[in-house]
C-alpha cells in the first residue's frame, strides 16, 4: 500500500512528504537527493541542536524579537528533540550539503510543526525556530556542544575508570618479578606492576591531553550567522545564547572569539579528534601488550591470565582468545581512520565557510562513544579479572641471559657477555656460570644478580 502523503512548499515549489512525517519540504528534498549511505545524524547531535533551538527561542523571546508564547511552544518541543522523542523525524543522511544545512533545516522544520502543534497555532522553520541563526553557525555550534559534552560525560569517565582499573592492579601485582623485554628479546627484570603503573600513566596523560584540547570546544560560533558578520541577529545574542547553553549543560560556554574563524575553520574539532587518535595509539599499544603477555596458554609468553569470556575456535577445542583486547583493537584502528578523515575535513575550509561538517560531526561523535564504550569493556570485562602467572614469571626470569648486565660494573661488558653466551649455548643459567667464570664470591653474586634490585631506580643524592 501507498503510504499517505501531502504537499508542502518551499522556494524550489511543491513536493510530498509523508503525511506522519514532522519534516517539511527542504527535508524530504535532502532525503531524496543524498540516498548515500544510511547514515543518520548521532543522538548527540541531535541533542545539541535542541539545546541550541531551545536556547536560542528563549533568547529572542527576552530580546523581544519573537513573541514569548510562540518560543515557549519552541522550547517545548526542543525540549522532546533533546529527550530523544523526535528521532525518528531526522531521516537526511549524514553525506549531505557540506554545511548541513539539510540537517539544520530538518531541526527546524520538525520543531516549527511540532510546536505549531503545541502552540495551536503557525511557527514558521526559518522566521522562528531559525531566527537570528544561520545553518552556517548552528551545524558548528551543534558539533562543540556535542563533542564536548559526550567527551566530558562519557569519554573521560570511561576513561578515568580504566586508569584505575590498571593502577589497581599494578598496586596488586607490584611484587611480581618478570623479564623485560625490548625488540621482542629478553631485557633486565621489572615488576609487573611497573608495567601495568606505565598503562595507567599513559591513560592519565591521553585524559589530560583530551581535556586541554576540549576546552578549545567551549568558544561557540553561534551569533556569526552567515559569513561571520552576525547579520540578521541581534548584538546580544551570542553572549546570552552561550549563556543559556551553559546553564542547559553545566559547561563553560562562551562566544567565538573571532566568528570568521570559527566559521571557516574547523580547528577545535581537528584538535580534539588528533588527541583522540593519540589515546588511540595508547591504547593499541596496551592492549598488543596485554595480548602478548597473555599468549599460550602453554606456547607463549603466558605471563598474565586474561579473563576466558568465550569459545575461541569453531575448529580447536578448548581454545580462548583475547576477545576484549581485540575488540579494543579495532576500535582504535577505526578511531586513527575517522582522524585522517576528519583532518582531511578540517582543511576544507574555503572563504568563510567549512564544507564537510556533517562529516566531521559524524566521525568526531563516532569516534569519542568508540572509545567510551571500548575502555568502559576493557576495563570491566579484561583488566578488572586480569590475573599474574606468578610461577611461570619466576621460572622465566631464573632463566633470563639479560640478568648478566648487572654483572658488568664489576667484571665489564664482554666478561658479562661471554658468561651470556655461554649460559645460553649451554642451556643453563647465567648464575650457574657466572660462579664458575666471574670471580665473584657466592654473597656478591647473591647480591648482584637479585632481580628484585635491578627493579630499583636509582635516585641521585
Not at 194 to 217: P, V
Not at 351 to 363: R, S
Request: hydrophobic share 45%; with cysteine; aromatic share 4%.
Amino acid at each position: 500500500m501507498m503510504a499517505k502523503t501531502r504537499v508542502e512548499r518551499d522556494s524550489l515549489g511543491e513536493i510530498r512528504v509523508p503525511d506522519e512525517a514532522l519534516y517539511g519540504a527542504q527535508t524530504q528534498r535532502a532525503v531524496e537527493n543524498f540516498p548515500i549511505s544510511g547514515l543518520r545524524m548521532p543522538r548527540p547531535m541531535l541533542r545539541a541542536l535542541g539545546l541550541i533551538k531551545r536556547a536560542a527561542a528563549r533568547v529572542n523571546a527576552d530580546l523581544g524579537l519573537l513573541q514569548r508564547e510562540r518560543a515557549e511552544a519552541i522550547a517545548r518541543a526542543a525540549d522532546e528533540l533533546v529527550d530523544g522523542a523526535l528521532d525518528g523525524h531526522f531521516p537526511v543522511d549524514v553525506f549531505q550539503t557540506g554545511s548541513g544545512t539539510s540537517t539544520n533545516m530538518n531541526a527546524n522544520e520538525v520543531l516549527a510543526r511540532r510546536a505549531s502543534q503545541i502552540l495551536g497555532s503557525p511557527v514558521h522553520p526559518n522566521d522562528h525556530v531559525n531566527l537570528g541563526q544561520s545553518s552556517n553557525d548552528v551545524i558548528p555550534t551543534a558539533i562543540h556542544v556535542a563533542a564536548l559534552e559526550t567527551t566530558t560525560f562519557r569519554l573521560l569517565p570511561a576513561l578515568r575508570a580504566l586508569e584505575a582499573a590498571f593502577a589497581r592492579k599494578a598496586t596488586e601485582y607490584g611484587d611480581v618479578i618478570k623479564v623485560g623485554r625490548t625488540h621482542m628479546q629478553d631485557a633486565t627484570p621489572v615488576r609487573l606492576g611497573q608495567e601495568l603503573g606505565g598503562y595507567a600513566a599513559m591513560l592519565e596523560l591521553g585524559a589530560a591531553r583530551i581535556e586541554r584540547s576540549a576546552t578549545s570546544l567551549c568558544e561557540l560560533p553561534l551569533g556569526g550567522t552567515a559569513v561571520g558578520t552576525g547579520i540578521n541577529t541581534h548584538a546580544e545574542f551570542p553572549r546570552r545564547a552561550a549563556a543559556a547553553l551553559s546553564a542547559a549543560t553545566g559547561l563553560q560556554l562562551l562566544p567565538a572569539g573571532d566568528c570568521f574563524e570559527a566559521l571557516g575553520a574547523r580547528g577545535a574539532a581537528v584538535e580534539l579528534s588528533g588527541q583522540l587518535r593519540g589515546l588511540s595509539v595508547s591504547l593499541y599499544k596496551i592492549t598488543t601488550d596485554l595480548r602478548w603477555l597473555g599468549s599460550g596458554p602453554r606456547a607463549g609468553l603466558g605471563e598474565l591470565k586474561l579473563p576466558e569470556l568465550q569459545p575461541g575456535s569453531s575448529i580447536m577445542p578448548g581454545k580462548v582468545n583475547p576477545v576484549i583486547p581485540e575488540a579494543v583493537a579495532m576500535v582504535c584502528a577505526q578511531v586513527m581512520g575517522h582522524d585522517a578523515a576528519i583532518a582531511f575535513a578540517g582543511a576544507a575550509g574555503t572563504l568563510e565557510l567549512n564544507t564537510m561538517m556533517p562529516l566531521i560531526a559524524y566521525d568526531l561523535l563516532q569516534s569519542i562513544e568508540l572509545l567510551a564504550n571500548a575502555c568502559h569493556v576493557l576495563s570491566e570485562k579484561c583488566v578488572n579479572g586480569l590475573e599474574a602467572d606468578r610461577e611461570r614469571c619466576a621460572a622465566q626470569l631464573e632463566g633470563c641471559l639479560a640478568l648478566a648486565t648487572a654483572l658488568a660494573p664489576r667484571i665489564g661488558y664482554d666478561r658479562a657477555a661471554a658468561i651470556a653466551q655461554r649460559a645460553w649455548a649451554e642451556s643453563r643459567t647465567v648464575r650457574e656460570v657466572a660462579r664458575e667464570e666471574s670471580g665473584l664470591s657466592e654473597e656478591e653474586l647473591v647480591r648482584i644478580l637479585d632481580p628484585r634490585a635491578m627493579t630499583e631506580r636509582r635516585i641521585p643524592g
